[in-house]
Nanobody
Framework: VQLQAFGGGLVQAGGSLRLSCAAS????????MNWYRQTPGKQRELVAT???????IYADSVLGRFTISRDNVKNTVYLQMNKLKPEDTAVYYC??????????WGQGTLVTVSS
């Protein structure tokens, strides 16, 4: 399993970014996929989940601003981030967890939101 995350960058507060996570070795349309983020000195935080059934779950801090989606043809998961805030600054990781509990992580992509 390989997950390649990209799309991070520097954006002003109020702006938007779209992160992508290209997957290989799994089929995202039948997998539960997650986006996490982490800032220095803090635990990795679950931001958004798309279940294999297509249901979405969001952290309270991003609800209404972030949208997780997937493209089954491209086998890619996205995180559309709107109305970004400085506190959204973090390294963002895509994640796939097998039913057995084994985790797979992308390499992380840095999002920096300036005030």
């Amino acid at each position: 399993v390989q997950l390649q995350a990209f799309g991070g960058g520097l954006v002003q507060a109020g702006g938007s970014l779209r992160l992508s996570c290209a997957a290989s070795g799994i089929t995202v349309s039948i997998s539960t996929m997650n986006w996490y983020r982490q800032t220095p000195g803090k635990q990795r935080e679950l931001v958004a989940t798309m279940t294999r059934g297509g249901n979405t779950i969001y952290a309270d801090s991003v609800l209404g601003r972030f949208t997780i989606s997937r493209d089954n043809v491209k086998n890619t998961v996205y995180l559309q981030m709107n109305k970004l805030k400085p506190e959204d600054t973090a390294v963002y990781y895509c994640n796939y967890q097998r039913v057995s509990g084994q985790d797979y992580w992308g390499q992380g992509t840095l999002v920096t939101v300036s005030s």
